[in-house]
């Protein structure tokens, strides 16, 4: 079976690993940028206990690089931006191993190295053609121009969130915005950060994110509600403005967030600001003959944490399951659920970034044992 895969990121390293040697597969991977390009890769981030038990489970050899990689990531508390404690989990009550911290260029970099001998750069899908057998041929631009590459009897997009393979084949998603800005920076200088583990803060329905990641580097993430016009307001864009949206009315920031207020004045301009959004999961297309993983096929809020996760559990997934003759529509049994529910409740969990929502009572019924229920399930509920 000859097998492309469109895209070495999480999803698509992971499954291309797992067919490279596999009896009757023939594997090759498309990648756009070039090896050890890293620059598209975002700052910081953290994965799941259920990705790493996956690996664990699975691919033993990538579990343990991505530890050795790491930071564990044990706790998550949630304060209020004075400091008052709303929410202090240790993850091992609710999963089998902790999660990680790590930073992007180091996660790609640990995916992709095992992957290079089958992958060719600087190569980005372009369009898609068929042969005379029905297969599709998908067609790069490289630097040296477009380029055929022949029939394929599956193409995989694992292309990520703007998958061209999925716009190709099945026309542009409609995403659907949540009503958040959400920005990343990562602190490389960062060794008198006054806090290591994941904690989240929040001022009204604004929300900082931070933890320390290897190198010392801390990464820190905002996010604020916009309008139902999802544009974010340049002015929003200020240290003044971030200032002013994280500081508690009447009182002085907790020594954590003024840490962050600092570091968000200093680098302002290194700052990425987007938009929270998911759009509609859909597993296949073309009859069968392409296949979406990752975020290609099920782009969900950040707020779990379970984007690059759930990415990780498809090509765990996608691999076991082509390696012992599998379809297609095995993966999307085996996927397709479980995706469903995991979307359902990160969306379910940004209640608190929202206007209307009281952040108190909303991060305390995060204590409660429905939610730590589904938690559980999330994390140890791996295929
Ligand atoms: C602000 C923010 C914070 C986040 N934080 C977290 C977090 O803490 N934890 C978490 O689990 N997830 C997080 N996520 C989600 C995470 O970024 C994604 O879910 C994850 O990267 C998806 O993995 P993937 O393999 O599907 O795609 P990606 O990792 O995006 O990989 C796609 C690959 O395809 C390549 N590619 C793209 N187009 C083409 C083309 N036309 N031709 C060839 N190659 C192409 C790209 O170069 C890339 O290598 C966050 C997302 C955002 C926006």
């Known amino acids: 079976m000859r097998i492309g895969i469109i895209g070495t990121g999480v999803a698509g390293s992971?499954?291309?690993?797992?067919?490279?040697?596999?009896?009757?597969?023939?594997?090759?991977?498309?990648?756009?940028?070039?090896?050890?390009d890293h620059a598209e890769a975002g700052t910081g981030l953290n994965i799941g206990p259920n990705a790493l038990k996956s690996l664990r489970l699975a691919m033993p050899a990538r579990h343990a690089a991505l530890r050795a990689a790491s930071l564990p990531w044990n706790r998550w508390f949630v304060d209020l931006t004075d400091g008052t404690r709303l929410l202090d989990l240790d993850l091992l009550e609710v999963a089998e191993e902790p999660g990680v911290r790590i930073r992007w260029s180091e996660l790609y970099r640990l995916l992709r190295a095992p992957v290079a001998g089958c992958t060719r750069h600087g190569h980005a899908l372009e369009a898609v053609?068929?042969?005379?057998?029905?297969?599709?041929?998908?067609?790069?631009r490289t630097a040296q121009g477009l380029v055929r590459e022949g029939g394929f009897d599956l193409l995989v997009g694992a292309d990520g969130r703007y998958s061209r393979l999925r716009a190709l084949t099945a026309g542009e998603p409609e995403g659907t915005l949540l009503g958040v800005c959400i920005w990343r920076l990562l602190v490389?200088?960062?060794?008198?950060?006054?806090?290591?583990?994941?904690?989240q803060w929040f001022q009204g329905n604004a929300r900082l994110l931070s933890f320390r990641v290897p190198g010392g580097a801390v990464y820190i993430a905002g996010t604020f509600p916009i309008g139902p016009d999802g544009v974010v307001d340049e002015g929003m864009k200020t240290p003044a403005a971030q200032r002013a949206l994280f500081t508690p009315p009447g009182g002085a920031p907790c020594p954590a967030v003024a840490w962050m207020l600092d570091r968000i004045a200093a680098q302002i301009d290194d700052i990425h600001w987007a938009r929270s959004a998911t759009v509609p999961l859909l597993r296949t297309a073309a009859g069968g003959r392409a296949l979406f993983l990752g975020d290609a096929a099920q782009a969900m809020v950040p707020t779990l944490g379970q984007g690059a996760t759930q990415a990780v559990e498809c090509?765990?997934?996608?691999?076991?399951?082509?390696?012992?003759?599998g379809t297609v529509a095995d993966i999307a049994a085996a996927r397709d659920p479980r995706v469903e529910f995991v979307r359902d409740f990160s969306l379910a969990a940004s209640d608190t970034l929202l206007p209307g929502c009281d952040v108190v009572a909303g991060t305390q019924a995060k204590t409660r044992p429905d939610f730590l229920a589904k938690l559980r399930r999330t994390y140890v509920d791996v295929a």
Do not use: I, N, W
């Open 14 to 36: 992971l499954l291309a690993e797992a067919l490279q040697d596999a009896p009757g597969h023939d594997v090759t991977a498309f990648e756009r940028v070039a090896p050890d």
């Open 129 to 140: 053609e068929e042969d005379a057998a029905g297969r599709l041929v998908p067609v790069f």
């Open 188 to 199: 490389t200088q960062a060794a008198d950060c006054p806090y290591d583990d994941y904690g």
């Open 315 to 325: 090509g765990v997934v996608a691999g076991q399951v082509l390696r012992r003759g």
